[in-house]
């Protein structure tokens, strides 16, 4: 009886225990990866949620997420700013994996709808922006770390139509066998080009310099012959995007940052709520421009609250920014706090969708990403390390997948490793490689017949009243030719002058570091006194029309040149190159004639007089740009200005008499600069000056002609409402200036916005003068032989609008001064330009 009623209380006293103690739970865990459903990008800082449950969490910036919860929902929510959320269901087991692809819904410019009192996020904007200084890493004396970058460009958007091309459908047997596509429910996409590359960087701050050692890459592209030119393109260099600056060059464009100093001004913000990312507490705040059209970010950032630096941004441009070409810029990018220092970026990913240009085209999409790893501060190189900024590695170009494998920061998904399958597949059709050869006529304006290049066509014929038709056929050798031998020739011919016309040139590159080079050329031409070495900055257009129609007012010659030239680069930024130079001028025109030495005034005595001339000149030029590097392409260069740095340039001729046939001695001081620069919400704005002085009397032609116009193409680098040859000097100094408004007045007249048109404003101010011994000395027969400037200036201003059609440019000038009978008070120009 003891032991029934023993056992009795022991089992009430179990029943009691187990009531009153906590089930042991089932735990469950779901991870699984976000995606951009367009481009198979990973989406970071995805809110991913159990439907009706407190259980959630934010991916990472590899669209990875992972939820451990004991109290399971029967779905799974995910959204995310710009997309549509999407719903997917779940299982009741322990352990599932679901992965989302969400489709962009278009980011929008709503209102930000603030209570009573101040918006709680000025403050923490505030205090953002007081602390800017101390995290940025720009305050570093020195910084360096390795890098991994990722670059790949598809064409998406593939129409039905597109599809049934010839050349696609060979394509997209392959695309079908490889299956590349943007993700498990994505649309299929074309890879077209895919690279990766590692190096080490280099930061220093005074003096400001940085450096790049591209240790490997890996690149294959349709087109794309030995990768040696965008090997230089697909480092860490071109992949930087400082958010600390208050603008973030991008696509030629300058972005306003969320966190510009002029932020009030430019932004709108919201304070959404308070996360912990990483064990680091950050405020999340959501951004959107204040005008719709403006250079400006609409997206979200994140601000830590322990020293207010900026943790993590997820920004992207709207549609009504008005990027020609472009319907979205989105960058994230993730930072971290190096040795309880300043933040430096550890993650950017920039992600750039090209718009289809017609309902038949596809558009493109071009993926940017990098990986920075292995920080040190604070610790800066010697100078000279810095003169090279950018570097590759004579044996960087590695296929091995064990060396990538090993060493590259993220490993590659499945379809990263199927797109470099498909491009080397595709790469060798041969109606692939037809199409190819005729995109780079059309490009470059050569083709292609393996060591040597046709053209350029550009100038293959022209008519004018001197030589008729004029049939023009050249080539120049190419880098399977030699890589260090360079050899271009032409010939020309006209039907009415029946001369032949001809130039060569050869250049051997000693070093490609220091791009130290040795050339001569010869060449026998038609040239124009108001045209000669004044074309280097005018475009092809206005150059090709210049040899079009009647030729007399420019007063046209034949010229024979024969040069021997030197150039390397001295130091970093520092170029130079010394020319020794012979030609010769054989006007086509009777009335040409200078007196072999200045009359003097009032004498009866009367020089002789020469028809034509021989000159032989040693010039020095040099040209100076602090922060600006060259890529090499081949045999020539490709210079890049990322900073915007002013370009400088001297030059110093000298001509002798004696030398090699040379009938003159003369000096020539010229001085010029150039500089393109950001002006805030104002746009962009271009300057240029430019200087010279001839002290000794000189033939006319010696002079400086300054450059008119004449025909209807607009040139930046003339006067466009001046005459050829209407002004000479042999003393002048010149200031031009443009500015660039992007969107500033058209973004804000609701009929115009949709037109993306964009305002121009220019001015251009000219003095000049001659010498007594310089109109002594070209006043023949009782003529004066050109026109110089009075005591007043030349002036011309105008305003214009571009981008109409997204090509056009037309320029309205007025001739503020010097309006004498024959000139134009008044004109309108057109040019054709590609922009963003």
Known sequence: MKTKVRAFWFTLAAIYVLAIMP???????????????????????????LKGKKASAITNFDGYFQITTTDISDSLVCSYVGYKSRTKALRKVENQTVNFQLKSEGLTTKDVVIMAGENPAWEIMRRAINNKRKNNMAKLTAYEYDSYTKIEVDVDNLSEKFKK???????????????????????PVLPVFISESISKFYYRKNPQAQREEIKNTRTVGIGLEDGSTINQFIGSSFQQY????????????????PIADGWRFIYDYELEDSVSINEEYCYKLSVKPKRAGDYAFTGTIWISKEDYALKQIDVATTKTTGINFVDKIKIQQTLVRVNGDAWLPNKSRITINISNLSKSFPGMIAKFFSSNQSFRVDEPKPVKFYEIPLEVAGNANTVDPEFWNKNRHDSLSTIEKNVFRMIDTVKQLPIVKTYVEIADIFVNGYYDLGKISLGPYLYSYAWNNIEGHRFRAGFKTNYSFSKNLVAKAWGAYGTTDKVFKYSADVKYIFNKTRWTTFGVSSTYDLEQVALVDNLSNSNALFIAFNRVGNLNTSRPFYQTTNNAYF?????????????????????????FGYYQYPRETGSAVIPPISKTFNATEVQLSLRYSRFEYFIQNDNERIPVNTLKWPVFNFRYIRGFNGLLLGDLTYSKYQFSTTHAFNTGILGNGRFGMEAGYIPDAVPYPLLKSHLGNQGFFYNNSSYNLMNLFEFVSDRWASVRYTQYFEGLLFNRLPLLKKWNWRLTATGKMLYGDVSEKNKNLNFVNGNQAFNPLGTDPYVEVGYGVENIFRLLRIEFVHRVTYNTPGSRSFGIFGTVQFQL
């Open 165 to 187: 091309r010839k050349v696609v459908k060979q394509i997209q047997a392959v695309m079908d066998s490889i299956q590349v596509m943007a993700g498990d429910e994505g649309q």
């Open 242 to 257: 400082n958010f600390y600056n208050n603008w973030l060059n991008i696509v030629s464009k300058d972005f306003a940052s």
């Open 23 to 49: 089930a042991v739970a089932q735990s469950f865990l779901i991870k699984g990866k976000v995606t951009d459903a367009e481009t198979g990008d990973p989406v970071p800082f995805a809110g991913v949620k």
């Open 567 to 591: 150039s390397t680069l001295l130091s970093k930024g520092l170029e130079a190159k010394v020319v020794l130079e012979t030609r010769d001028f054989n006007p086509t025109y009777s009335d």
